[in-house]
């Protein structure tokens, strides 16, 4: 079951906050989040354990609800580098479950 | 340490025909995920294999298929080509089921 993402596109002028949602229908196991830009392949930012624990990288942090099965990306304070699409990727049932993507939500930072 | 190698990073394949697609992970890592891009439908989960072993499978058709070698490497097969198929397909390895890396894909064009 493919997780959903919203918004699916956002435009930030540098130095504003984004949120990035991701939910699933299923329980989750566990929550990665990637970043792609244009022609290059996805880099993985942080994975996140069931358990409602959140992580953090700089000013990218992301948080697990795992009852409502739902984590969100936070870009604070958000740089011209932080453009790209970002995808958030979920196993369901334990670590040897298919890791499934959502379609993704575009970032674009202007100045 | 060397990333995930993808080859050949471009092909181009007329309808009908088959088409072989090659892997290699991270030294040590041995789960090896193939996943299909193409715009608006994100990363389309395939196949993920670990230890030789196909652990896991997408909701593709037959014509795709894959194998992975004693040495980690894997490929996919994707026979009777049609035009739908063209995509970028990436793979990932990891070590265990954390963080997933990617390679830089092989965009297929079918024409």
């Known amino acids: 079951q493919q997780p959903v993402q919203s918004p699916q596109a956002v435009i930030l002028r540098e130095g504003e906050d984004a949120v990035i949602n991701c939910s699933s229908s299923k329980a989750l196991y566990s929550v990665h989040w990637y970043r792609q830009k244009h022609g290059e392949a996805p880099v993985f930012l942080m994975i996140l354990l069931k358990g409602g624990e959140q992580k953090g990288h700089e000013k990218i942090s992301a948080s697990f609800n795992e009852k409502k099965q739902q984590s969100s990306l936070y870009l604070t304070a958000s740089q011209l580098s932080y453009s790209g699409t970002y995808f958030c990727g979920t196993r369901n049932t334990g670590t040897a479950s298919k890791l499934t993507f959502g379609t993704g939500t575009r970032l674009q930072v202007t100045l | 340490k060397a990333g995930v190698t993808q080859t050949p990073r471009y092909l181009i394949k007329t309808r009908g025909q088959q088409v072989t697609l090659s892997c290699s992970p991270i030294s040590g890592h041995r789960s090896v995920s193939w996943y299909q891009q193409t715009p608006g439908q994100g990363l389309q989960f395939l196949f993920e294999y670990f230890s030789e072993t196909q652990r896991n499978k997408g909701n593709f058709p037959g014509r795709f298929s894959g194998r992975q070698f004693s040495n980690s490497r894997s490929e996919m097969n994707v026979s009777t080509l049609e035009l739908g198929d063209s995509a970028l397909y990436l793979c990932?390895?990891?070590?265990?089921?954390?963080?997933?890396?990617f390679g830089q894909g092989t965009r297929l064009t079918v024409v």
């Open positions: 990932a390895s990891s070590l265990d089921p954390t963080e997933a890396f």
